[in-house]
Each structure stands twice: as structure tokens, then as C-alpha cells.
């Protein structure tokens, strides 16, 4: 089955840093892939989506500058979060879907729990 | 706006139950649709896909699709302590030029008592 890949699994840094999350396909092309997040007890909320080759695009309320998404490639997609701040803490997801089989699922990558000090 | 709702819970069932998780969709020409799960502190996890109306059984889960009523549902036979978590219903449509568009619900919460 589809792979996703995500990596850090846990960072932990201290206020002001800024903090690269990656997010691999595997085993297939996706030349779109998704970040959320998620607060602890709540909803999956979709931050935006990375499309490979030209910008992301950010949901309502998601601030651009703050999370710089890049997809480089078709198995590829990263999330900087700049100058993290502790209201930043949450667990960072990316999924992704094989474009090359429609109508499929997205596969979600382990996440990443992100906590600044 | 494409809408998928789902009742939040919790839904607690005993051990050996089934468990019966509803979702209602917006859209008619949604496509596709996918149950997850997850676990506290974890991703979610695919654990059922289902495209055409009727039943789909995988082992104890059997997810059923209504599209005239645009409901889907997901049963869980002989329920387990280890079922326990987080169901989300997604649902697949067409956003043009080929693409397609997944939107989740906001998930029902299962607890399986002992």
C-alpha cells in the first residue's frame, strides 16, 4: 500500500527557532500532498496544501509567512515553521494521495509533535 | 461548501457489541468514500474504503453507502477494548480538471468498555 513518510517524529526547541518538517511518499508520485494540525482533544484542521512545482495553498487563518511550505519533487513536500512560539506546539501531520490513481485515499504520514519551550 | 457531519460522541459500547458510526455528506457527486482511525496521539490510519451503494465487509468492520440518502456508515462486530479511538469519515468529490477533493468530518469518538 501507499507510504507516506514524515520525519522529525518529535521535535522539542526553544522559542524563536525555526523548525523544518519533511514528508516523503514512498512508494508513489503526489504531486499534492496536505499538512494539518492538531491541538490535543481536537479536530484534524487542514493548514494548506503543497503542490509540486508552484505555491501552497493556505487555508483561511493559516499564516503563509509563518509556515513556508516547499515541493520540490513529486515524493517531497516540507513545512518550516519560522520562529516558532510556544502557541506553535501542536502535532504536525502531512498526507499525501497517488495522483496517478484517482479518486484514492490520502495516506497519512506518523506526525510530527512539535514543543516549544 | 462541502460538508461532512458526523456526531461527535462519545459513542461507549460494551465489549462484544457493535458498534454503529454514522456519517452524512453534502455533496451528490461525491465519489468516494473512507473511514480512519485514530488513536490518541497518533495519525489517522485507513482502515476502510467504499465506492459503490451497498455493504463492504473487512473482517469485523463493514462500511455501508447510501448514496440517494448520502449516508455512509462504518459497523464494528464484536467490538474490542483496542477499537477505542477516534473514527473519521472522508468523502472523495470532483473538484474538476481530474482532481479530486477529500473532506473529512470532525470524527466520533469510540470507547469500547471492558
Known amino acids: 500500500g501507499a507510504v507516506v513518510s514524515q520525519h522529525p517524529s518529535r521535535v522539542i526547541c526553544k522559542s524563536g527557532t525555526s523548525v523544518k518538517i519533511e514528508c516523503r511518499s514512498l512508494d508513489f508520485q503526489a504531486t499534492t500532498m496536505f499538512w494539518y494540525r492538531q491541538f490535543p482533544k481536537q479536530s484534524l484542521m487542514l493548514m494548506a496544501t503543497?503542490?509540486?512545482?508552484?505555491?501552497?495553498?493556505?487555508e483561511q487563518g493559516v499564516e503563509k509567512d509563518k509556515f513556508l511550505i516547499n515541493h520540490a519533487s513529486l515524493t517531497l513536500s516540507t513545512l518550516t515553521v519560522t520562529s516558532a512560539h510556544p502557541e506553535d506546539s501542536s502535532f504536525y501531520i502531512c498526507?499525501?494521495?497517488?495522483?496517478?490513481?484517482?479518486?484514492?485515499?490520502?495516506?497519512f504520514g506518523d506526525g510530527t509533535r512539535l514543543s516549544i519551550l | 461548501q462541502k460538508e461532512v457531519e458526523q456526531n461527535s460522541g462519545p459513542l461507549s459500547v460494551p465489549e462484544g457489541a457493535i458498534a454503529s458510526l454514522n456519517c452524512t455528506y453534502s455533496?451528490?457527486?461525491?465519489?468516494?468514500f473512507f473511514w480512519y482511525r485514530q488513536y490518541s496521539g497518533k495519525s489517522p490510519e485507513l482502515i476502510m474504503s467504499i465506492y459503490s451503494n451497498g455493504d463492504k465487509e473487512d473482517g469485523r468492520f463493514t462500511a455501508q453507502l447510501n448514496k440517494a440518502s448520502q449516508y455512509v456508515s462504518l459497523l464494528i462486530r464484536d467490538s474490542q477494548p483496542s477499537d477505542s479511538a477516534t473514527y473519521l469519515c472522508?468523502?472523495?468529490?470532483?473538484?474538476?480538471?481530474?482532481?479530486?477533493?477529500?473532506?473529512f468530518g470532525k470524527g466520533t469518538k469510540l470507547s469500547v468498555i471492558p
Open positions: 498526507s499525501a494521495r497517488d495522483e496517478g490513481r484517482n479518486n484514492q485515499p490520502q495516506h
Open positions: 455533496d451528490r457527486g461525491s465519489q468516494s
Open positions: 472522508a468523502v472523495n468529490w470532483p473538484s474538476g480538471a481530474g482532481s479530486y477533493q477529500l473532506t
Open positions: 503543497s503542490n509540486e512545482g508552484s505555491k501552497a495553498t493556505y
